[in-house]
Structures are given as C-alpha cells and as structure tokens.
C-alpha cells in the first residue's frame, strides 16, 4: 500500500491563498486539508491528526490567533507546529498569536522557497520531538518493569529516581537517603562507583532492605550529565534470586528426563555442539538389544556428530545428512528435521526415522522412531515423536505435574493458557477443582490403578502409563473444555505426570474440512465450465452440475460411462482422443465453440489417478476474432490510409492505403514514429494544435501539407481520433488520411471564379451604399448654390444634411476596415466569466440610458474557454447593437445574456424581446450589405460571423418560442492548466 505524506492542515480565508499554498505543499510530497473559515476548522480538527498546521491571523467571524488558542486544548494539536500566515506587520498581533500558543510566523503572500525551508524545518523539529518522547516513554516503561532496582543519585550519592523494584528492595522512603546509608561494600562506595563508571564492570555488595535484612546484591554504575551537573545509575541486581533460577533449571531438566523416559521411541538430548547430555530409558533397551551398551553410559559424553561425519559417505550417506540437519537445528537455521533411513537387523530389514528438533535449554534433541509396518513399539502407545514435536512447539497439548495429595506442582505454557488461569493460581490447587464430576471418577481410578499394581518394578520399565480417556476439564469460569488424558508414574519421582491433548481443534477442524468441503462442491458445481474427472481408462468418475445439464442426464448416467461416448458418441476412448484442437472446436450437432484445459493427476492427491478437464465456452469471443478479422480486412481494402498510435506515438497498425500514399512499407512503420520516419505534417503548429485536441479528448479534422518518403510534399487530410476503452479512459489514437492535392486544386480554380463573382456583388453593394450619400450632399450643395440670397436656416439645413451624410459615409468605413480587424486573433484557454462580468459593466450604462434592462446568468463553474477578448468583444457588441435595434419598437425592452458548458463547448446566447426575424430573412443575414434597417449597412453580422469562425466557433441567429430574437455563440472549452492526454507526437 502506498504511504502517505505528513498531513498539513490550511486554514485560510484567501481561495487563491489556499490554492496556491496547497499547490506548494502538495509538491513537497504532503498532504493537504484546507478550510476557508475558523469554526469550520475547529469543527473538523477532532477528526484529524495534523503534522503542521497554517493558519491565517486575519479571517471573519473566529480570528487565526482565537482559532490557534482553542486548537492548543485538543490534544492532537497540543505539541504540533503551527505556522501563522499574516499580512500585517503589526508586533502586538505577532505577539498575541505567539501567546496563543503560535510556532512561528511568515508574511503573505509567502515565497515558495522560504516556505519550503520553513515547513520542512518545522516538520522534521515536530518529528524528532515525537521520536524523543516515544523513546522517553519506552525508556520508563523498561525502568518501571525491570526486574532489577535502578536508581539515580546525584553527585553526593543521593537518591534522586528509585524504579518500583528499588522500592521494594530498599523501602518506599529510600529517596533523599544517600546509597552509602544502604550498601555494604568492601571498599567505600564514593570510591567504588568511579571505578564501576570507568571499567563498566559489576561488583558485589550486600544490600540493607527497607526490613533491615541484608541481600547479596551485584552492583553496575554508569554516570550522565544533566544542567551541566553529574548524575549517576546505579543498577542493583538481588542474587538471593539467582538461586531459585537455578533450582528452577535444575527442576526443568529433571522435568525433562522425567518426560522424555515416557516416549516409547530411543531420545538423545545433544549440546549445541553435538555431545550427547543424555539420554531416555528407550534408547538404553535399544542399545542393550542390540549390544551398543557402550559400558555404563549409553553413549553419555560421546560427540554424536563425530561419529556420522566419520561413517563412510558411500555406504552410510544418511549419517551425513544426519549431521548436517543437527548442525542447521542447533544453529536456529531450520526448527526441526527428519530423516527416513534403513538398518539391517537379524531377522530383516527395517525403517527408522530420524527427527532433530530444538530442544529447551539450547539442547538438540534426537528421536529415532521405528516406521517398519510390521514394528509395534515397545514404548507408550500414545505420546508419538510427532505429538512429542508438537509439545515442545507449543501445539495443543498441555502437561502438568501432580504431587502424592493431588495438587498442582508444575503445569506448562499450553495448559496455563487453557484453564484461563497462570501458573501462580495453580500452584498448590488440588486437580479436582479443574475436573468435571465424571472426569473426576474417571482420574480416581486410574490413579489408584497405576498406584496399586502398575508401579514399575526395579531393574524393568521405569515408568507406568494409564490408557489414554476422554476428560472433560472444568475451567474458572464454569466452561467444560473435551480433553485427552494420560496418567504416567516414574519410579524415581513422586506424585504423577498428566499428557492432557485438547480436543476442540480436532473436532472444530473436522467440521471446517466438512464445510469446507461443501463450500467447494457448491462452487464447481455454481461455475458455468464444464468440469468432469476422468480415469485413465477415459471413465467419468466425477462432474460439475454444468456437465449434467449440457449433457441433459442425471448424474447417475454419467458417472463411470465413457466421455467420448457422452460427448462424441463414440464406443470408447477419451476426450483428448477426440478433440483434435484444443484451441477451438465442437460437440456434434451444436454450433457453439469450446475450449479445453486438461490438468494430469496423480494418486498423490488421494483422488486417483486420471485428468481433470475444464472446457470453456468461447463462442462470443470467437464471433467477436471473426468480427475483428473481418473489419481488420475491410480496412485493409479502403482507399483510405489508416494507421493506428499507441500512447508513446508509434505505429502499431497501418493498412495498404497508407503504404501507398506515404511510400513506406508496413515492416518499416511498425514500432516507430512518423516524425522519425519523415512522415506527417511539415509544420511543427499544425502537430501542436493535434495534440492540444488529444489532450482535450476531442477529434482533429483539417488539412496540411504532409512529405512523402522520398521527401516530395503533397496535401493531405486527415481525421486524428482518440480510442476510449470501457473505463472512459483514452489509449490508442486512430488517423485516417487521403491525398486532397488535387481535390484543392480543383477548389482553388472554383474558389478564384467565386471571388470574382463575389467582388462584382460587393463592389456593387459598395457603390449603392456610398452614391446614396454622396448624391444627396451634392442634391445639397446643388441648391445652396443656385440660391442668391439663401437664408441663415437654409444655410444650417444644407450644411446638416451634408454633414449628417458625411457622418454616414464615415461609419461605412469605418466598419469596412473592422471587416479586416483579427485576420490571426490570439487564442488563450482562459476564464470566460470575469470577461463576460466586465462586459455587461461596459454596456450596462448605455442601456440604461436607453430604458433596456439587462439580465444575465452565467454557470459558476464555467471553466475556461479558447477565445481572443479584441474580438469576441467586437463580435458580441455587434450583437448587442442588433439587440438594441430590435427593441426600438417595445414596451419593456430587455436583454438577456447566458453562458454554459454543453460537453466540450462553451455556449453564449445573446436574447431580446424585440421583434424578432422570420424565416426568409434568416437566410440572408450573414450576406455581405444586407440589411433590413433604414440605415444599417449589412456588415456587422458578416463582421461577427467572421471574427467567431476565427476563434473556431459559430454564431447562428434564430427565432424565439416566447417571441423576440437569440443569437448563439458558440467556443471550445479548455480543459484547464493540466492535460490529461498523454501522447507524444513530434
């Protein structure tokens, strides 16, 4: 699982503020929670666990220096660094928020490397005080719960410390005394101690207890320096303890002879470096049979690796590997070993097996069991190697020791956990407090058996065992757990041995294997495969439910019966010998597709030898490689190139038309690129503009000049796609391409007889709308002239209409030159809505003045569009003036202004309640100098047509439902700052 970053918690009022910072700190490999108020922050910091906190002095309603008080209660914020973000300068706001519990400070905004240097340096203080409180507290919990007394003194041999073992062996009122007051030593402790801290060895000393009885203790010193004055540790150990532990390991081991006498099987218990420590009753019957007595030690003191290392390697081979597995298990390489080996005997051969396993104690234990069919084992029936391995491992099986009156002298780890109670509670109970009524029957009996007449003779068996019974236990709690339970006694210990084996696991793991089992059978038989088991002899011996209802019979008519004959209606024989694809094939008289996996069995598995078939329906995929084929064939046959990219832009797939159009073979274009290859368009613009399109998830269609592989250049047209799979994700890029040299040429001699035609038509219009007034300033002057004596108002009317005529002549050309304004306008993917607020500002004025009330509705997540503002300002102002015209007749004139996101384009709509358009005169309004008002020229909408063609949108004016008139404008969406799309094309 991937780990994340230290945790930063951003408090800030600032959207821009909390953008950029959590843009900065997201780099730095953190992660980021942001808030933009106090009491939403403090709402959300009990759910959180920050590593650094930032947090903004000045915000509304809860204050950052109120905020920083009240995180300091919680205690997940008590230690953390906070970092407070301020734009002011004032040192009584600083100094307020460092009372309120602030780290440090920074001016906004902040530049990113101090920031960087700040928060990382704020981090890594946070951490190594984490890492040293964590350390401190696992330092006290070793000093509260250590087995020895350790106490600090300080330079005059005060006790300044005492751990809870100090206490107990010196007296709760030893801190203040000084430690020459409570240790006895040969030479005076003053002088004891600076030798102690300068050789680092332990000394021994006799210890004066708070009971004033004296104590054997062993004394280690270390000295430290704390305020620049000299400390000393002191750690006592009480040897009157030592002692006991020895009794204690003397007891182990006669507790392990004792045990090891019951296993009927010949046990040695090695040292670490194979010398044989001792060994049980079985392996001296053994060597006394078989006359390997070796005196009166049994091999006691020999090394046993010396003797298999010196066995001949070719005849005695075991003895080797023997050796090395008692090396591995003494070493700690491996917990257990066996070895299965032959021995010659006088009457016949037999098997043996050898088990090495860790014994307590640092010791290696060997256990030679007979595995010979025919051997009944003179030992215990019932404690085998393999429940001996498992005592020793710590498996369910619990031993406990029992004195002469029935109580508790010993229980081991397994039977402590089982009863619920430790070894401390029973010590010294009576057996019969933990046996059910009848468990307590059934223990009499066989005690008193055992201690009747089944007590070992002397010079026989060591030790007698009662037959294994089914006890049940009582624990503390009332809870009877099923049992098995072994009496055994030794000749030479008192009291007696219990070997109890818990039997739940067995019975609960009986019942998981049963509903194990038919979990699995409920599984095969739910999988829609055909799944059947079949002999060597090409038999049925078991199926899944599918088998059945493909074959339409019930199980007993399928079990045993041949599979071909089943299947292929053949006398005999197998499946395999049938089928002769296992890719591919099918049954007779169906007309589906199937395919078959067959997996080779042994009798290992305990379920015969044979195979297991599993046959799958593969029709759909098979319909779904013909359907492939023959698409993949008829793209091959189009007249059109097609070539197939991967996300790195190498060609994985290219049909003969592009072979022929490019002049390169398919084996040459394979894996590499069409830049490498001198392929594709010849403008580097013209692949940028393809990959800002594939990067925004859309289609590229249009057309550029492109090189041949002979390095002549042709135009070509293409349409570059990208391939979404079932997820939405995109992966390969599909471009289909034709040779369009002709085809432009063909255009270019049309177009130039357009042009012409199109030029008579506008000069025409030219001259029509400029001779208007040019003939009536002339009318004007005509008879100004011819006037003698014209009056003054005479004179001002003429010189109005020539001046009025002027003016209009004027805005004509004026309009004529905007008609050639952004020929190249400057696409930027940038945010539309700010733009839009400042333009409805711009003319909210001027239709105010004119009574027209103006309505607007933008979407708040518009997003960013590709427009150049120049011309999509002279574009919608042309369309606000058309608005404007409309509405000279109505009532309650209104425009209403809209943008919103419709999938990859941003659409703007421009509406009026004027008097709207009709059908006819919707052909004609994007004509050149066509107009339907007195004096409009006919170009502004050719104008607006124009500017948003080259913003590679489009404009379009329709009637409304409700009456009046909307114009739609339409642009591609930009999908931000990040592009997702990943090719590489060059």
């Not at 950052?64 to 919680?74: A, F, K, N, V």
């Not at 600076?194 to 332990?202: I, N």
């Not at 004027?914 to 052909?923: L, N, S």
């Not at 913003?951 to 114009?967: D, R, S």
Request: glycine letters at 8%; charged letters at 20%.
């Amino acid at each position: 699982m991937e780990t994340q970053g230290p945790l930063v918690h951003l408090v800030d009022d600032d959207a821009v503020i909390r953008q950029l910072l959590g843009m900065l700190l997201r780099e730095q490999g953190l992660e980021v929670v942001t808030h933009s108020d106090g009491l939403t922050a403090l709402g959300a910091a009990a759910h959180l666990e920050p590593d650094i906190v930032l947090l903004d002095i000045s915000m509304p309603g809860m204050d950052g220096i109120t905020l920083c008080g009240r995180l300091r209660q919680l205690d997940a914020y008590r230690l953390v660094p906070i970092l407070m973000l301020t734009g002011i300068s004032d040192e009584s706001a600083v100094e307020a928020a460092f009372a309120a519990g602030a780290t440090d400070y920074i001016l906004k905004p902040p530049k990113p490397v101090v920031l960087k240097h700040r928060v990382s340096y704020l981090l890594q203080a946070y951490q190594a005080e984490r890492q040293l409180q964590e350390a401190a507290r696992h330092m006290h919990a070793i000093v509260q719960y250590a087995s020895d007394a350790i106490l600090t003194l300080d330079n005059d041999l005060r006790i300044l410390t005492a751990n809870p073992m100090a206490r107990q062996l010196m007296g709760s009122e030893c801190i203040g005394q000084r430690i020459t007051t409570l240790v006895d030593s040969q030479l005076p402790l003053s002088d004891l101690i600076p030798r102690l801290v300068k050789t680092g060895e332990s000394m021994t000393a006799d210890l004066v207890g708070g009971d004033g009885r004296r104590h054997p203790v062993e004394l280690t010193c270390s000295e430290f320096y704390s305020h620049r004055k000299r400390h000393h540790t002191l750690i006592v150990r009480n040897l009157a303890n030592r002692g006991q532990v020895e009794q204690e390991l003397e007891g182990a081991k006669r507790l392990l002879n004792s045990v090891i006498n019951t296993v009927g099987e010949p046990v040695a218990i090695l040292s670490p470096d194979g010398t044989v420590v001792t060994v049980n009753t079985a392996w001296r019957r053994t060597a006394d049979t078989q006359g390997m007595a070796a005196g009166a030690n049994y091999g006691i003191g020999m090394n046993y690796l010396d003797l298999c290392d010196q066995a001949d390697p070719e005849r005695y081979p075991e003895a080797h590997a023997l050796a090395l597995g008692i090396r591995q298990v003494a070493q700690g390489e491996k917990r257990e070993f066996s070895l299965d080996y032959p021995c010659q005997s006088p009457d016949a051969q037999r098997w043996f097996r050898a088990h090495v396993l860790a014994g307590p104690l640092s010791s290696v234990m060997v256990i030679h069991e007979d595995i010979t069919p025919r051997h009944t084992s003179a030992g215990l029936p019932f404690i085998t190697p393999q429940r001996w391995m498992r005592f020793l491992s710590g498996l369910p099986h619990g031993l406990a020791m029992v004195d002469g009156r029935g109580r508790i002298i010993f229980a081991n780890n397994y039977l402590t956990t089982l009863l619920g109670e430790p070894m401390r509670k029973l010590y010294g109970q009576r057996g019969r407090r933990y046996l059910s009524h009848q468990g307590w029957s059934q223990f009499k009996t066989a005690w008193r058996q055992l201690g009747l007449g089944k007590l070992p003779e002397p010079d026989t068996d060591r030790v007698a065992v009662s037959d294994k019974q089914e006890v049940w236990l009582r624990k503390p709690d009332g809870c009877l757990v099923l049992t098995q339970m072994t009496l055994a006694v030794f000749q030479d210990e008192p009291g007696l041995v219990l070997l109890i084996e818990d039997l739940t696991p067995r019975q609960t793991l009986d019942e998981v294997r049963r509903r194990h089992n038919e979990e699995w059978l409920a599984t095969v038989d739910a999988l829609p495969n055909l799944i059947l088991l079949e002999s060597t002899e090409g038999n049925i011996r078991r199926c899944n439910h599918a088998v059945a209802a493909f074959l339409g019979l019930p199980y007993p008519a399928i079990i045993h019966q041949s599979s071909a004959k089943l299947f292929f209606g053949q006398a005999s024989g197998s499946l395999l010998n049938c089928i002769q694809d296992a890719s591919a094939f099918q049954f007779p008289g169906d007309n589906r597709w199937f395919q078959i996996s067959s997996y080779w069995i042994t009798q290992e598995r305990g379920i015969g030898t044979g195979w297991v078939h599993v046959i799958d329906d593969i029709t759909a995929r098979r319909l779904v490689e013909q359907d492939t084929a023959r698409l993949i064939a008829a793209i091959e046959r189009v007249g059109e190139g097609v070539v197939t990219f991967n996300r790195r832009g190498r060609i994985i797939f290219c049909n003969p038309a592009f072979e022929h159009l490019t002049g390169i073979q398919n084996w040459e274009a394979i894996g590499r690129r069409l830049s490498r290859l001198g392929l594709g368009p010849v403008e580097r613009t013209t692949r940028r503009e393809i990959l800002r399109c594939l990067a925004r998830g859309q289609d590229w269609r249009g057309q550029y000049l492109a090189r041949r592989r002979d390095g002549s250049t042709y135009y070509e047209e293409a349409t570059v796609s990208p391939v979404h799979d079932a997820s939405g994700a995109m992966g390969d890029v599909v471009m289909v391409c034709r040779d369009v040299t002709e085809q432009r040429r063909y255009e270019a001699i049309a177009e130039a007889v357009n042009v012409t035609e199109n030029a008579g038509y506008i000069f025409s219009a030219i001259r029509h709308e400029m001779g208007n007034p040019i003939n009536s300033i002339k009318t004007a002057l005509t008879v100004l002239r011819r006037t003698e004596q014209p009056s003054p108002s005479a004179v001002t009317t003429c010189v109005d209409r020539c001046l009025s005529e002027i003016g209009r002549v004027e805005y004509l050309l004026r309009t004529l030159r905007s008609f050639s304004l952004h020929e190249t306008p400057e696409l930027k993917a940038q945010p539309l809505v700010p733009f839009l607020e400042r333009f409805c500002a711009l003319i909210a004025d001027g239709l105010a003045a004119r009574q027209i009330a103006l309505e607007r509705a933008f979407e708040a997540n518009l997003g960013l569009a590709w427009f150049d503002e120049r011309a999509l300002h002279q574009a919608l102002m042309n369309l606000i003036s058309n608005a404007i015209d409309a509405l000279a007749t109505t009532a309650s004139p209104r425009i209403v202004i809209t943008a919103k996101q419709q999938r990859q384009l941003v659409v703007l709509t421009v509406y009026d309640n004027g008097v709207g358009i009709d059908t006819e005169k919707q052909k004609h309004l994007f004509r050149p100098f066509y107009t339907s008002k007195p004096q409009g020229t006919g170009l502004g909408l050719v104008i607006t047509q124009r500017l948003i063609s080259k913003m590679k949108g489009t404009v379009e004016l329709q009637p409304h439902p409700a009456g009046g008139c909307e114009a739609i404008v339409t642009l591609e969406a930009a999908a931000g700052s990040k592009h997702p799309f990943g090719y590489v094309i060059e």
